[in-house]
């Protein structure tokens, strides 16, 4: 069964340091999401794409953080500089073109920010 | 604005006794529905989902959902519970013509021996 794949699944890093996030959609997946889960928290949305596009960033602290999809397939999430609030589950979803169509959650990268 | 409100926040069952989660939305018209299960550590997986028609849904793992319109519920069933569905348990909905979905704060379930 084809999942999303993401990397690192830890990251431990110190504040104002800069770190990365990689995704990889199932296959033919034209959308993309990337959610920010804070411990004992729902996930909320941080950007969507529609193949390279994005489509919603409005959550999105564009200040530090920013999100690619340069090909439309895999996408990199990045924050710099990292701060200590930003410690939080970053979860990646794909599903095929259509907003009704379900969302196909990655494993997560667990952040860390000491 | 749109929202998903989970009331328990923490659930604790014996294993083998029936199992009901609580999720209430609020505002919109009919809302697209979702449950998901998060294993420690773990991404979320999906359980179950409404978007119309009967408004009691199957779902994996033996989990069933109804919809109800007049209580703006979605709560979430399962009629005898195992010692692996301990887990934390999101419910979600899709606003319309949004890929946007948003979740309430969560219930986590513990299993009893």
């Known amino acids: 069964e084809a999942e999303v794949a993401q990397s690192p699944r830890y990251k431990i890093t110190e504040k104002s340091q800069a770190v990365a996030f990689w995704c990889d959609p199932i296959s033919g997946h034209a959308t993309l999401y990337w959610y920010r889960q804070i411990l004992g928290q729902g996930p909320e949305l941080l950007v969507q794409f529609q193949d390279e596009s994005v489509v919603d960033d409005s959550q999105l602290p564009k200040d530090r953080f920013s999100a690619e999809r340069l090909k439309g397939v895999d996408s990199t999430l990045k924050i710099q500089p990292a701060e200590l609030g930003d410690s939080a589950m970053y979860l990646c979803?794909?599903?095929?073109?259509?907003?009704?169509?379900?969302?196909?959650f990655g494993p997560g990268t667990r952040l860390l920010v000491l | 604005a749109q929202s998903v409100t989970q009331p328990d926040i923490h659930i604790t069952v014996s294993e083998g006794a029936s199992l009901e989660l609580r999720c209430n939305y609020s505002y919109g018209a009919t809302p697209y529905l979702f449950w998901y299960v998060q294993s420690p550590g773990q991404g979320l997986q999906l359980l179950l989902k409404?978007?119309?028609?009967?408004?009691l849904v199957q779902g994996i793992k033996g989990f069933e959902a109804e919809f109800k319109r007049s209580q703006s519920s979605f709560n979430l069933r399962k009629p005898s519970v195992h010692w692996s569905d301990a887990a934390e348990y999101f419910c979600?909905?899709?606003?319309?013509?949004?890929?946007?979905?948003?979740f309430g704060q969560g219930t986590t379930l513990q299993v009893k021996p």
């Open positions: 979803a794909s599903n095929q073109q259509g907003a009704e169509e379900t969302q196909y």
């Open positions: 979600a909905r899709l606003p319309s013509n949004t890929g946007k979905l948003i």
């Open positions: 409404y978007f119309s028609g009967d408004t």
